[in-house]
């Protein structure tokens, strides 16, 4: 059995009707991501209410967990969490008969258990309860009987807190989570034999059962000759002053006992402590860090839950990486997800759900195992629910890597394909005061292969029913073709050779005069339209690569100088050039290719050059481009207006589509210009 | 998984604990029937005899279960036929901390038809989209009734159809009781379209829940592999008064096919008594099955009254008299048989309380239960007499004994109440009746309100009537059913009574005129004419008090079925008409010229008496086997000749003559 649905209204972020929470969740683990505040806890806390959990901590509604749909309006009247559990075994169908929902008919028939959980405010004035009790309803329509107490203990989650203290909780003292886990563990109840006082030969301590040498202690305690003495002493030479004669007080020590077997077990579990040791030599305690620890309590949770013959095993865990550094996290990961495969005796399997906030986790899981929640609603990114084909399902396992899964944790995801991009976009935006960190934008540099497949984790199949991500998605992409004089520019061709026809040529580059009529704008579309729908944008570069943009569109002189300090760059590292003398060597090139009267593309592909032909490295042109942008800033010769006159227009787009849009007009109309040399030489 | 769940140990526990002693259950003289039948777990029929504590011996089982049961998913399932039953197991379980646990989840303890309901029908019916506001077959035929044309109705009233034609029996609304308007005729159509229409409105007759069961049953045959996984253990209390309906649907979900559960059933087959003439036992899987237990020790009557009483049963047991019990300072007394004719039929209850009297010191009659039964308690004014309990007793209330049938008239749930809150003072169940009868009158007139609700009545009328001027007139009528102590006379009930219930169905039901149906609901029944008579009957408990004028012994009268299962001091059976006079048809069997339903004829063949005859043999049998002192009858004087009553004092039975008492003075 498993939850194959949660549905949730008015609770806290969760509205009713179409803005209520609904997360179809499939067998196994299930990891729910997305940024702070959007939900996830929400959910956890759900579950936990409706289900109650092992460690009898419970958590109390309050009157702000009622939604309130606007600031100023009104709380919902009334909660309902309801889940539908699925997949029943025949102990399941049994246990749970008189509530059963039977769906389907023949081949599809199925019998699900449809748990509805509803609180209601009590919004009589004056009333010091001011959450009426829940209830916990069953059947399609919550027109079932009431879920009994003793069925509704089946139920119990366990669950696991964030930032858990796990050295308390498995330190000795009353009511210890260790001490509670233990005793419901078999092996503590069942090996060994009681202690018989009486029994003759005396006890040979090895057989004993826990419970036994407790009390074969206690016994031992009591025939202490030290014990014996100051009971004495108490009886003869103060008790027996203070009693009557035909009533004499008489006082015993001993360890409190006698109560029920299961009361003292308790007792003397409590005073159990579990510490993690180096070696398996039991004495050598040494104290280990917090998320050692951590790991521990887990370990200790997952033993009682695999060991259960009955219930229904879901295991809560907020933020399983607290304390647990990366490598950790990992393994923990993989070993939950061997426990969810793994098959109890009784035929059910652990589901897990557990919230998240690390890249880690969230790499390592399958796209199937994912739930991104934003915005108070819940997108599996599983097979059927995203635009993504099996084969980009296929590609993302291999390739989503703890770098690219921060784009789960964003506000909004730029997708770019270079080093370039990835260098300068957030320095571009951060100039034209769109900084991407304020913004809470993760920039995802997927190194020239899938850029629309991760864009594609964005867009939901069924918009309609299930809601669109909110979360803006821009892939920043070129347009790969050349104007028509580069290809002997950059060197793709010798001087005089003529362009090679299509086929017999495979030649992998294009120019214009490739795409007669609307040929270039039907490649533009078909670029763009691999990934632009919801709100993911595909952003084509307008001419043919962002350096070549760049260059193109105003930044001519410094991207030129970029690339010369990019060539410099190891004697500049080295100390054997100056950067100066560098920039002013570039500046007089410059001035000379600038004046031999070329038309701008066939300038800026003589600029391009300097990256094909030269082979200037373009990640470390990015840099030093980036820091000219940066220091011209300082020196006052550049601000945000006049900056975004001399960018590409799609670079200022896509940036504005993961930001904030930009309010005028002026910018874009600017860039349809070319200025000669914006730049004072500096 | 039932082994070691009751040991040898458990046995003196579970006996103390239902107050036996520790001994209670020990074999006596070499019989460990009832030490072997505490220790058993195997499937297994217990054909237990009048008064050997079957339903003790099945608590204590349960009892030491209940401590030892360690299943959270699955329970014990104890079916009874009854509430009544199901209330005394409730009760005596209580007994013990333990014991509690059985009442809850995941146990069930309940009658057959409410396991039928909760655990197939309703789950079913949900799950089909259906919301079941209520099940009452008088509602559930009525509205489906009128929902026909006038002329249909006119049209099925000549073919002597009434609205229990409008219960059917297939999930398809087919079927039921048509006579010639089957699914092909146009009427037919029209029934089935009533039928179907209010079912998906929620409203369904008791026996239709058998039919859904049996759909689910049809339609996901895991369901009964799924019941038997939860209810690994299956007790059925009274198995002998099992229907064909009931004891097929239970074979079906716990023993047919594959891995049938344990299951234990206790009854008699010689008490097998149906609530109406006509119903007849069950042919599927028949109680006593292959596996019989016989409990054939009483620990009500003596070994005397046991030999008087064995040859009514239908397969006479070897019945050992261990009886009676010591909490009566009494010896057990002859067996007396008073006759009557026409004229003195009204004397017989006096003649009878002056033999208490007579036979009884007075802490034994005021500690004793004594009681006269008929097997015939409707009247029939023109049947012959005696016909019923009424010609004995004119004042005689039928409708407050009818203790498992539904009211059908507002009255009848106030009689009701009145009977069950029996002089105890408490409003409850007055209170709750009244609410629950208005309920009944607004869903006959339209109102669509459910039964199924976790409220009382009560509350939920006060919920229904929350602000409107009715609620006012609620309690001004529960005031007036309150002062009355729930006692209309017929014309304060058409002044004061009926104009304010009628306003509250009204409301409730939000019809500005009420129907036929909730009219005649509301209206209140003519009383029989007895007004002359002297007012010595408590009439509305059925209570006997003798000598009227100071009581020394209240004797409580009723039908043969409403005292099944109960032990009395003394029993009066009094001759009854259903064809015949049932005692006189029984005559052979009182002289001991026969015993059993059956004899082997000359040819060595078993043959059965006829059918009529041996439902009267059981009827009778009930009757006669509940006192542990006295057990007397009442008959014709003019059935017996003089032989024959020479016959009956020499077997030990007291003649004591009616007919000269009542009329002193022959002219």
């Known amino acids: 059995m498993y939850i194959s649905e949660i549905k949730i209204e008015n609770f806290r972020p969760f509205g009713a009707a179409e803005k209520a929470f609904v997360l179809p969740l499939n067998p196994g683990l299930t990891a729910l991501i997305g940024e702070n505040d ?354 980009d399902y296929r590609f993302l396992e291999r390739f989503l890597d703890v770098t690219k899964a921060n784009l789960f944790f964003a506000r909004a995801v730029l997708i770019v394909e270079g080093d370039a991009e990835t260098i300068l976009l957030p320095v571009i935006a951060k100039l034209l005061d769109r900084d991407l960190h304020r913004h809470g934008v993760s920039l995802v540099n997927v190194g020239g292969v899938g850029l629309g497949r991760y864009a594609r984790i964005f867009m939901r199949s069924d918009p309609e029913t299930d809601g669109v991500i909110n979360i803006p998605v821009a892939c920043v992409t070129d347009m790969d073709v050349m104007p028509d004089m580069a290809p002997w520019i950059i060197g793709k061709l010798e001087p005089g050779l003529p362009v090679p026809t299509i086929p017999p040529s495979r030649r992998q580059w294009r120019r214009k005069a490739d795409f007669p009529g609307a040929g270039l704008d039907v490649r533009r579309t078909a670029r763009r339209e691999k990934a ?129 849009p930009f309010d005028d007009a002026g910018g874009a109309a600017a860039a349809g210009g070319v200025p000669a040399d914006p730049i004072a030489a500096g | 998984m039932f082994d070691d769940l009751i040991r040898e140990q458990d046995v003196p526990w579970a006996a103390s604990l239902m107050g036996l002693g520790p001994n209670g259950f020990a074999p006596v003289d070499g019989d460990e029937s009832r030490f072997q039948a ?73 009658t057959i038809h409410s396991f039928v309901n909760e655990y197939l029908a309703l789950p079913w019916l949900r799950s089909n989209g259906l919301n079941v506001r209520c099940i009452d077959t008088q509602i559930a035929l009525a509205k489906r009734w009128y929902e026909l044309p006038y002329t249909t109705r006119i049209a099925l ?158 397969t006479p047991q070897a019945l050992v008299g261990a009886g009676p019990p010591p909490h009566i300072a009494a010896e057990p007394k002859m067996p007396a048989i008073f006759l009557f004719d026409d004229a003195s039929v009204q004397s017989v209850l006096p003649k009878f309380g002056a033999h208490l009297v007579a036979s009884f010191d007075a802490a034994a009659l005021a500690a004793g239960t004594f009681t006269a039964v008929a097997g015939v308690h409707e009247l029939d004014q023109n049947g012959r007499v005696p016909h019923a309990m009424g010609h004995y007793v004119p004042s005689y209330d039928p409708s407050c004994a009818r203790r498992e049938t539904a009211p059908d ?28 009868a208005l309920l009944a009158a607004s869903e006959l007139a339209g109102g669509t309100h459910g039964r199924i609700a976790r409220k009382s009545p009560h509350r939920r009328m006060l919920d229904y009537l929350a602000d409107s001027d009715a609620r006012a007139h609620y309690l001004a009528f529960l005031e007036l059913i309150l002062s009355g102590r729930g006692e209309f006379a017929s014309p304060d009930w058409e002044v004061n009574g009926l104009p304010l219930a009628v306003e509250i169905v009204k409301v409730l039901s939000g019809t500005a005129a009420l129907g036929a149906a909730a009219n005649a609901f509301l209206a209140w029944p003519p009383v029989p004419a007895q007004t002359d008579q002297e007012a010595i009957f408590a009439r509305t408990d059925n209570l006997f008090a003798y000598p009227s004028e100071a009581p020394e012994v209240h004797i409580r009268l009723g039908s043969i079925h409403s005292v099944k299962g109960e032990t009395h001091t003394a029993t009066l059976v009094l001759d009854s008409y259903y064809y015949n006079h049932h005692l006189s048809e029984l ?22 008496e006829g059918s ?36 009956l004092t020499g077997r030990g039975w007291e003649v004591i003559d009616c007919c000269a008492a009542a009329e002193p003075a022959e002219p």
């Open chain 2, 587 to 608: 005559k052979p069997w009182l002289l001991g010229a026969k015993a059993g339903g059956s004899m082997v004829n000359n040819r060595g063949r078993q043959v059965f």
């Open chain 1, 532 to 660: 632009s729908e919801q709100r993911v944008e595909t952003f084509v570069s307008d001419e043919w690569t962002l350096e070549y943009d760049l260059a193109f569109h105003g930044l001519g002189k410094l991207v030129w100088r970029a690339a010369a300090l990019a060539l410099a760059d190891d004697q500049l590292n080295a100390g054997t050039a100056v950067k100066a003398d560098v920039i002013g060597a570039a500046d007089a090139a410059y001035g000379a290719l600038a004046g031999a009267g070329h038309d701008q593309p066939t300038l800026s592909s003589h600029i391009y050059a300097q990256f094909e032909v030269e082979k200037a490295s373009k990640a470390i042109a990015a840099q030093y481009l980036a820091e000219i942008l940066e220091d011209a800033f300082k020196a006052g010769a550049l601000n945000a207006g006049a900056l975004r006159a001399l960018l590409p227009p799609y670079a200022v787009a896509a940036i504005a589509h993961v930001t904030v």
């Open chain 2, 38 to 110: 505490m220790r058993r777990l195997d499937s297994v029929d217990f054909e237990a005899c009048p008064g050997s504590g079957k339903t003790t011996l099945l608590v204590a089982k349960l009892a030491v279960l209940a401590v030892r049961w360690p299943h959270r998913k699955q329970g014990i399932c104890v079916l009874s036929h009854t509430n009544a039953a199901r209330n005394e197991i409730g009760t005596k379980l209580g007994n013990s901390a333990a014991g509690l646990a059985l009442m809850r989840y995941p146990h069930f303890v309940g």
């Open chain 1, 38 to 391: 959007a939900g996830k806890t929400a959910v956890v806390d759900a579950l936990r209410l409706v289900l109650g959990t092992r460690d009898h901590d419970l958590l109390r509604l309050d009157p702000v967990d009622f939604h309130q749909a606007a600031p100023e309006a009104d709380r919902a009247e009334q909660i309902l969490i309801r889940l539908t559990f699925r997949g029943l075994t025949v102990a399941d169908r049994g246990a749970f008969a008189e509530y059963l929902t039977y769906e389907g008919e023949g081949a599809a028939a199925e019998t699900a258990l449809i748990v509805t959980w509803i609180a209601k405010r009590n919004s009589k004035e004056g009333s010091s309860r001011r959450v009426l009790p829940p209830e916990w309803r069953t059947g399609a329509k919550g027109d079932g009987p009431l879920l009994d107490f003793g069925a509704r203990s089946l139920l119990t989650a366990t669950y696991l807190r964030p930032l858990r203290d796990a050295e308390r909780a498995m330190s000795a003292g009353r009511g210890s989570r260790l001490s509670q886990i233990l005793q419901h563990t078999k092996e503590i109840r069942e090996t060994g034999e009681a202690f018989d006082r009486d029994a003759n030969p005396p006890v040979d301590p090895a057989a004993l059962s826990v419970l036994g040498l407790g009390d074969y202690s206690s016994h031992l305690f009591g025939e202490n000759a030290g014990i014996k003495q100051a009971r004495k002493r108490l009886n003869e030479d103060y008790l027996a002053p203070l009693s009557f004669a035909n009533d004499l007080l008489l006082a015993r020590i001993g360890i409190a006992g006698g109560q029920e077997d299961n009361l003292r077990l308790r007792q003397l579990l409590e005073k159990f402590e579990l510490a993690l040791t180096a070696s398996a030599d039991a004495d050598s305690a040494h104290s280990r860090g917090l998320g050692s620890n951590n790991l521990l309590f887990m370990a200790c949770e997952l033993l009682l839950l695999a060991a259960e013959s009955d219930g229904f095993p879901l295991l809560l865990i907020e933020e399983p990486e607290a304390h647990l550094h990366p490598q950790r996290q990992l393994r923990l990961m993989s070993f939950l997800q061997q426990q969810a495969e793994k098959q109890r005796a009784d035929g059910q399997r652990i589901q897990i759900i557990v919230t998240t906030h690390s890249p880690n986790l969230a790499s390592d899981l399958r796209l199937d195992n994912l739930v991104l929640i934003e915005g108070a609603r819940a997108f599996p990114l599983g097979h059927g629910k995203t635009k993504l084909s099996k084969s």
């Open chain 2, 409 to 436: 008239r507002f009255a009848q749930y106030l009689a009701r109440a009145r009977f069950e809150t029996a002089g105890s003072g408490n409003t409850e169940r007055l209170i709750n009746a009244a609410a629950a």
């Open chain 2, 157 to 314: 009233e000549r073919s002597h159809l009434t609205p229990a034609a409008m219960a059917y029996d297939g999930p398809d609304y087919t079927g039921g009781k048509v006579g010639k308007f089957g699914p092909h005729t146009p009427t037919g159509q029209l029934i089935i379209a009533a039928r179907r229409k209010f079912s998906e409105q929620g409203y369904f007759c008791f026996d239709e829940m058998f039919v859904w069961a049996n759909d689910l049953l049809d339609r996901r045959p895991e369901a009964a592999h799924d019941l038997r996984q939860r209810f690994p253990l299956v007790f059925i209390d009274e198995a002998q008064d099992n229907s064909e309906e009931q004891s097929a649907l239970l074979h079906r979900i716990f023993c047919a096919g594959d891995g049938p559960v344990r299951r234990q059933r206790f009854g008699d087959s010689n008490q097998a008594i149906y609530a109406k003439p006509g119903l007849a036992g069950a042919e599927t899987d028949p109680f006593p099955g292959a596996a019989v237990h016989p409990l054939p020790r009483s620990y009500r009557f003596s070994q005397s009254l046991a030999d008087e009483v064995k040859g009514f049963g239908v």
């Open chain 2, 612 to 647: 009529r005859t041996l439902g009267r043999l059981k009827l009778h049998y009930v009757a006669m086997t509940r006192p542990t002192h006295l057990l007397c009858v009442a008959m014709r004087k003019d059935v017996f000749d003089a032989g024959e009553l020479d016959i």
